[in-house]
């Protein structure tokens, strides 16, 4: 299975932007979709995730009611709508599906690169 991540880019502080993630390959249910974020010098951190079971939702708390995931399942794709977007927001953007329990059973798309300036 293979993820490709697109999307990032360069966005004023405020801006928005939609980061796109297109699952290929192999034929597999997720447990769940999710997005990562890793700035400089700090560890990797999740950003929102996508339930299969129930549909529901997570978000961190630092992104919440601003971000918004969804998904496809039709297209093996998921999005993350990013608005009112802060220079703190600023990293490196990955998906990843996760096929066991946790996300340590997962795979990984290769990350875009999202830069907020102020």
């Known amino acids: 299975v293979q993820l490709q991540a697109s999307g990032g880019g360069l966005v004023q502080a405020g801006g928005s932007l939609r980061l796109s993630c297109a699952a290929s390959?192999?034929?597999?249910?997720?447990?769940?979709m999710g997005w990562f974020r890793q700035a400089p010098g700090k560890e990797r951190e999740l950003v929102a995730v996508s339930r299969r079971s129930g549909g529901s939702t997570y978000y961190a708390d630092s992104v919440k009611g601003r971000f918004t995931i969804s998904r496809d399942n039709a297209k093996n794709m998921v999005y993350l709508q990013m608005t009112s977007l802060k220079p703190e927001d600023t990293a490196v953007y990955y998906c990843a599906a996760q096929y066991g329990d946790t996300w340590r059973q997962s795979y990984w798309g290769q990350g875009t690169q999202v830069t907020v300036s102020s």
């Open positions: 390959g192999r034929t597999f249910s997720s447990n769940a």
